[in-house]
């Protein structure tokens, strides 16, 4: 309980400092407000490392963009209305499908799509289990990697966020909610998921949330990232811990606009098998190409 407490702590802290940095300290100007075009085709690429669970995967999405209005005010210079598809790959597992991003104003977003499922049987995923009791530690998940099988399935998901800026400080906050059915073995009722960390219950939903708040100044971007997943099976997880992201360019809706190096640290205080003194870490490289000349009427 200490430790939770002191790993909170420090990450406020940690945050409370670096907003306390006089702003004039090798500031960067601030750039032009930039209205976004009326209609964009786009890329956007995010390959990630990860550490407890450990994991490898690439995510991409190819959107068609149209802006839904003519403003320079910060709720509605960046509306829209995005349709396009998704692709996500890592050694054990590829999931594609159609995906719908909508933003009527700048605090809201909401992201609609589903993906249809393949695993591939390697890296000792998928495994399954008849409920919920089931041992999913990663020692006891690596002892069974032999059972592991190669299987396909759906998903469907609902991601709506809030988000806010004053000045550098800015807040948001996503929520996921998810449904899973997939062709499971022996009429098992759960699966383990690496990316939510906990087994899955099959056909039912379930709900998680990324809040983060952040201080941005140009190219930089600190803050502090709250995590948490709510399976319904008693097998909830919460974590908490800094983040870190650095842009190498600011540049935007061009062909390659704003390549960032991404980290995040986290030390779980609620899971079934993780807390502890060894984080959670990841690190990751994003970036987007737009394949339209701009116009911006």
């Not at 990663?138 to 990697?145: H, I, P, Q, S, V």
């Not at 998810?178 to 379930?206: C, H, N, R, S």
């Not at 997943?229 to 008693?234: E, Q, S, T």
Request: charged letters at 20%; glycine letters at 6%.
């Amino acid at each position: 309980m200490r430790f939770r407490k002191f790993a909170i702590m420090l990450c406020v802290l940690a945050f409370v400092a670096l907003c306390l940095v006089p702003v004039a300290a090798q500031e960067e100007a601030a750039p032009a407000i930039q209205v976004p075009p009326k209609d964009r085709l786009y890329l956007a690429s995010l390959t990630i490392a990860r550490y407890n669970p450990l994991g490898l995967e690439t995510q991409n999405r190819l959107m068609y963009s149209r802006r839904l209005a003519d403003s320079t005010s910060p709720l509605f210079r960046d509306t829209f209305f995005a349709l396009g598809l998704s692709t996500k790959l890592n050694p054990a597992y590829l999931k594609v499908g159609p995906l719908i991003d909508f933003q009527p104003i700048g605090i809201f977003n909401l992201r609609l799509g589903y993906e249809y499922l393949k695993y591939f049987g390697t890296m000792g995923y998928l495994q399954s289990y008849p409920n919920s009791k089931a041992n999913f530690s990663d020692d006891a998940r690596k002892d069974t990697e032999d059972d592991a099988y190669s299987t396909g399935g759906h998903h469907l998901f609902a991601e709506p966020m809030v988000q806010m800026k004053v000045g550098r400080i800015a807040a948001r906050s996503k929520f996921a909610f998810e449904y899973w059915k997939l062709d499971l073995e022996d009429d098992d009722k759960y699966f383990y998921d690496a990316t939510l960390d906990t087994l899955v219950p099959y056909e039912k939903m379930i709900w998680g949330n990324d809040t983060d708040l952040i201080y941005m100044n140009g190219r930089l971007t600190l803050g502090v990232r709250y995590s948490a997943v709510l399976p319904g099976n008693g097998l909830e997880h919460m974590r908490v811990g800094p983040l870190f992201a650095w842009s190498f360019s600011t540049d935007d809706y061009g062909s390659f606009n704003k390549p960032s190096l991404l980290m995040i640290l986290g030390w779980y205080f609620k899971h079934p098998d993780r807390v502890g003194a060894v984080p959670y870490f990841l690190v990751g490289f994003s970036f987007s190409s737009d394949f339209l000349a701009p116009k911006t009427n």
